[in-house]
């Protein structure tokens, strides 16, 4: 809503309210572990015990008598005590998740003179989940450990507000335009966290936890952040050839260390458009420019604090404090090409390099000191990155319009340095720590053991006595000894090139994509337009440890040998030497590449002309359409999709472990313009 007090006085507000049940599918608790997105993925859930139960297994067996909850029976294979009937969690468990949120937003605005205006803006996002899971009496998993009934609930509140107060400068100076801005940005996000757990029901159908009779456990947690800014920019347009920009800022928060709260910031950039001095046939726009600038990341919020686990009533010291933490930062240098020609064409060509010092690393410490860990600016980062986009106006008339985009990107980035001994990491509760972070490592380099592909890397790790003579490749395109193909001493050989008796730790992987290549079409025919999208991700390594783990269980259909050559058919033994007994190694590398289509809508708009003559002039448009998303993906990669994360960043760790599936979705939206 925007209201006019006078000409030079302006109120604009915006309101922005949700509200959301969800049922979850049984999951991995899924705020309990790690954030509310964790729908039905993850060790113990649903999804993992359907994968992993062996297939001819009747999930809709009753159990047998004695039982309080009469249908399907949670141990269907009593062979398997570790994979539970996914059904009756399904069907037992009451699971809700409701959100609640309100995004408010006021803008004001006084024009003190024809060059200078004065703005202020408060905003405010209001965020209130609440879960709840209850387990009625004679609900089982392992070890009947629910057998009486337990109710788990989950409160969230969150509230992030921000104030901002500007002074706008627009001047024209001869052929100089000044264009200039002085902010004063304000954030505040405090977030308060509850749980709690009670065992045994008093009663079938209890809700309630005053209705608990055993234990209860509970937890909480509470956050404040709080952060000051202040910048200014200046850009200046002289001629409409020359452009210069520049920004200053000093940012302080409560998330670095408490001796270095403030750091500063800055960038300058500078282009020219040759094509307003020269003209050129065909090109109608020919723009350099160049960059430099800086720019940080803020810890995460326990980064400077001394740390300890508690578990059963005692402490355990975790992470050492780290009073001079400070923000990362890291400084970009880029240069760039916009040339516009044919009438049709836009293309866009940036190369960059940059490089983050003081980057965050959790160090692991000698035992001796007592600690586990300690967060410090502990890395030097160095990266490039080549991006292009070309557009393409196929299409442009009153009634109909065409276009194509194309945006192109590659990046890399090394571990320039690192001020601290060589270590492993790796996402999850598993600890898979196949990534290796030392000097000059390339970011995303997995490590792990490898086998012996070929009979020149054989012979270079003959055992003494023995010829080559002795070994064969089978038909995976392992190294095995001579004769022992499609029988049960099959075994592929460990790779052992320094000759130490054991595997050799090696460079197994990168999850670096080569590229990525994003395809836009935009159509427009008088009212309706149509907008599609597609995605292109090509390589990129993917550790697919759900396969591992399948292996394990003999339940993966690579070990289904029913129409395979005798010959080529593995036995169990194969399989098991492979899964390497869970250690990270390059069977179960795959390739990434994929090809998605990730959007495709179609809209149709009515503008006010049509809603007069109908009779409703207050209304005075409206938009209605669907958008489907995730819709399409071709790929070779054999998990249930190719784009796999795991970790607290999602973009550190390409592996695939036990992932729920993305979702495909379809909305519908009706939009009016009042």
Avoid at 88 to 108: K, P, S
Avoid at 290 to 318: C, H, I, M, T
Avoid at 494 to 501: F, P, R, S
Wanted: aromatic share 14%.
């Amino acid at each position: 809503m925007d209201h006019q007090f006078t000409e030079k006085i302006k109120i604009s507000t915006s309101t922005f309210i949700t509200k959301m049940k969800i049922d979850l599918p049984e999951a991995r608790e899924a705020l309990e572990y790690g954030g509310e997105e964790a729908y039905g993925g993850g060790q113990g859930t649903a999804f993992y015990n359907l994968l992993f139960m062996e297939p001819d297994v009747n999930l809709s067996m009753d159990p047998p008598g004695g039982f309080l909850l009469p249908n399907y029976y949670y141990l269907p294979n009593p062979w398997s005590p570790d994979t539970e009937n996914p059904k009756h969690a399904l069907h037992y468990e009451q699971r809700a998740l409701n959100r609640r949120g309100v995004v408010q937003n006021i803008t004001g605005t006084y024009h003190v003179l024809d060059w200078m205006t004065l703005e202020a803006n408060y905003s405010f996002d209001r965020r209130d989940n609440d879960f709840t899971r209850i387990r009625p009496k004679g609900y089982q998993m392992q070890a009947l450990a629910y057998l009486k009934g337990q109710i788990y609930k989950y409160d969230y509140a969150g509230l992030s507000q921000t104030f901002q107060g500007t002074v706008n400068l627009n001047r024209k100076f001869g052929m100089v335009v000044a264009k200039g801005k002085l902010s004063y940005l304000y954030e505040n996000r405090k977030e308060n966290q509850f749980s709690v757990t009670g065992n045994d029901l008093a009663a079938a159908n209890i809700t309630s936890l005053d209705g608990v009779t055993g234990t209860k456990s509970t937890s909480s947690a509470e956050y404040q952040e709080i952060a000051r800014n202040y910048f200014g920019i200046l850009d200046l347009d002289v001629k409409d050839r020359y452009l210069v920009s520049m920004l200053y800022r000093y940012d302080g928060s409560s998330l670095f260390g408490e001796n270095n709260r403030w750091n500063p910031y800055y960038r300058l950039s500078g282009a020219y458009r040759v094509t307003e001095d020269v003209r050129i046939p065909g090109i109608e726009e020919l723009k350099i420019r160049a960059a430099v600038g800086s720019s940080g990341q803020r810890p995460g919020f326990n980064y400077q604090y001394e740390a300890y686990d508690l578990d059963n009533g005692s402490f355990y010291k975790y992470t050492i404090g780290n009073k001079n933490l400070k923000p990362s930062e890291t400084i970009e240098k880029e240069v760039g090409l916009t040339i516009g020609f044919l009438d049709k064409f836009e293309l866009e060509v940036i190369a960059s390099r940059n490089e983050t010092k003081d980057a965050f690393v959790e160090v692991p410490l000698s035992a001796s000191t007592g600690y586990v860990a300690q967060w410090r600016n502990a890395a030097t980062l160095s990266g490039k990155a080549l991006e292009a986009t070309l557009g393409v106006r196929a299409i442009a008339n009153k009634h109909t319009g065409l276009k194509f985009n194309f945006a192109f990107d590659r990046v890399r980035q090394k571990v320039k340095k690192l001020d601290a001994p060589p270590f492993q990491v790796g996402p999850g509760a598993n600890e898979v720590s196949a990534f290796y972070l030392k000097d000059n490592e390339t970011f995303g380099i997995m490590y792990g053991y490898d086998w012996v592909r070929g009979l020149d890397q054989m012979r270079n790790q003959l055992p003494a006595g023995q010829t080559i003579d002795r070994y064969t490749v089978n038909a995976d395109g392992y190294v095995i000894a001579k004769g022992t193909e499609g029988t049960v001493e099959e075994k592929p050989i460990a790779l052992d090139q320094d000759h130490d008796k054991t595997s050799d730790f090696v460079r197994i992987a990168d999850m670096n994509p080569d590229f990525n290549l994003a395809f836009t079409t935009t159509f427009r025919w008088k009212n309706l337009a149509l907008n599609m999208l597609w995605h292109w991700k090509q390589g990129g390594d993917i550790y697919n440890l759900t396969k591992q783990w399948l292996y394990r269980d003999n339940r993966h259909g690579d070990m289904d040998m029913y129409g395979v050559t005798d010959y080529k058919k593995k036995s169990f033994y194969y399989y098991q030497a492979l899964y390497n007994a869970s250690n990270v190694n390059s069977r179960f590398v795959e390739d990434g590449t994929f090809l998605k289509l990730r959007e495709l809508s179609i809209y149709y708009v009515m503008d006010k002309r049509f809603f007069s003559s109908a009779g409703v002039p207050f209304i005075k448009g409206m938009k209605a359409g669907i958008l489907g998303r995730n819709l399409l993906t071709f790929t070779k990669y054999s998990g249930w999709d190719p784009e796999v994360s795991a970790g607290t960043d999602l973009t550190n760790y390409a592996m695939d472990i036990f992932n729920y599936p993305n979702f495909r979705t379809y909305t519908f939206s009706l939009e009016f313009t009042l």
